[in-house]
């Protein structure tokens, strides 16, 4: 079980030849095995968090402690763009994230749930982008992480589909529960994913919300879910400009 302890004093970057400042004082423990939504304004910074948790940006004042009881915690991130080869098939292009023989059983499984077993002998560029995302969760999956990193996974596809996904992707995590750090734009995905709300404000960005989301899984339909949305909207009323 693995837990985020995030401490960015300062994360700035150049644009236009000035310096921007896009984190600053930023301090956020994660625990173990929780589901945690990040909320904020587009270009708040949200995807910078995840580059530095995930150890690709190391260019900020500050620090991030990642905790595992046993071993070095293993990431998976699931980036906005699902970023397959298109010269490998759907199953050729989950195997590649194995050093070593990849575990036949596991990736069938995972397939399986996502509904693409039929569809593992073909080329990324003939499937729909819902499949296409659906691929990039599976390949971040199937390394059994201690930490899943997702940044807006389900952006720009149908309300049908992202349900479909945002259903299996929910039935995967119960499984195998771990800590997971999704970045969206959508309250109400946010309110039926996450086991904890972050609001996060534009930048340079700070925590600005913290809230626990109430519903029992088993329990979190559409009905609920909308109620526990207008609780929010009405009680913190601030949430709108975030969204």
């Known amino acids: 079980m693995s837990s985020i302890h ?79 080869l298109p010269w490998h098939t759907v199953r ?16 069938d499984s995972l397939l399986a749930e996502m509904q693409l077993a039929d569809v593992q002998a073909v080329y990324p560029q003939r499937l729909s982008l819902g499949m296409q995302r659906r691929v990039s969760i599976i390949r971040a999956f199937a390394i059994n992480p201690d930490i899943l990193l997702m940044d807006e996974p389900f952006v720009s596809l149908d309300a049908p589909t992202a349900r479909q996904i945002r259903n299996s992707l929910q039935n995967l995590w119960l499984q195998r529960p771990h800590t997971v750090l999704f970045v969206t734009h959508d309250l109400r995905e946010a309110i039926a994913l996450a086991d904890r709300l972050i609001f996060l404000s534009a930048s340079p960005m700070q925590v600005v919300g913290d809230i626990v989301v109430t519903i029992d899984r088993q329990q979190r339909d559409a009905e609920q879910i909308e109620q526990f949305r207008q609780h929010l909207l009405q009680h913190f009323p601030a949430i709108n400009s975030l969204l």
């Open 6 to 84: 995030i401490n960015i004093a300062n994360k700035t970057f150049n644009a236009d030849g000035r310096q921007h400042c896009a984190i600053a004082d930023l301090q956020l423990k994660i625990e173990p095995n929780q589901f945690v939504c990040l909320v904020g304004p587009s270009g708040c910074g949200k995807t910078t968090l995840l580059n530095i948790i995930a150890g690709l940006d190391s260019q900020f004042q500050g620090q991030i402690a990642l905790t595992e009881q046993a071993r070095n915690p293993q990431i998976g991130y699931v980036f906005q763009n699902p970023r397959l």
């Open 92 to 107: 050729e292009n989950i195997e590649l994230v194995f050093e070593q023989t990849p575990p036949t059983q596991l990736i």
